[in-house]
């Protein structure tokens, strides 16, 4: 099973949940973010960090945010690798309670912005040592 990052967070992008990821598994996206379903160990970290509890199980995700799965599997190949805690955008309080953005995500970066920042630099998410996220948890 892995966590899944719903509606809630659009807009929001609070990154108080990467800070506490153990395998780097949380990636940016323009006013999102989402969870990497392969890299994700269930640690359930992230999900008492979340201001607005926009994560869940994927087996525990309400009717309405099945599709978040999906996404989260989807766009996590396109977006940045976010490993430190960032402000969350000015006006990120202001959509905390608001409903129905889905169609507010913004699934594409700005041109020259594309370029995704895999960790340690690789496709496969290894860094210099070879190592993945998962190799370094297990190492500790």
Not at 4 to 11: H, N, P
Not at 13 to 41: A, M, R, W
């Amino acid at each position: 099973m892995t966590y899944v990052v719903t509606e809630a967070c659009i807009k929001c992008k609070y990154t108080d949940c990467v800070e506490v990821c153990p395998v780097d598994c949380f990636y940016e996206g323009p006013n999102s973010l989402v969870i990497d379903p392969d890299e994700c160990i269930d640690c359930t970290l992230c999900v008492a960090e979340c201001p607005v509890n926009a994560i869940y199980a994927e087996d525990d995700l309400p009717e309405d945010q099945r599709q978040f799965s999906a996404l989260n599997a989807e766009l996590c190949k396109v977006w940045k690798c976010i490993v430190e805690k960032k402000d969350p955008p000015a006006d990120a309080d202001e959509w905390k309670e608001v409903k129905n953005k889905l169609h507010l995500l913004e699934k594409e970066y700005a041109p020259g912005e594309e370029e995704r920042n895999y960790p340690g630099g690789s496709k496969d998410g290894k860094d210099e040592d070879g190592l993945t996220g998962m190799d370094k948890l297990l190492m500790r």
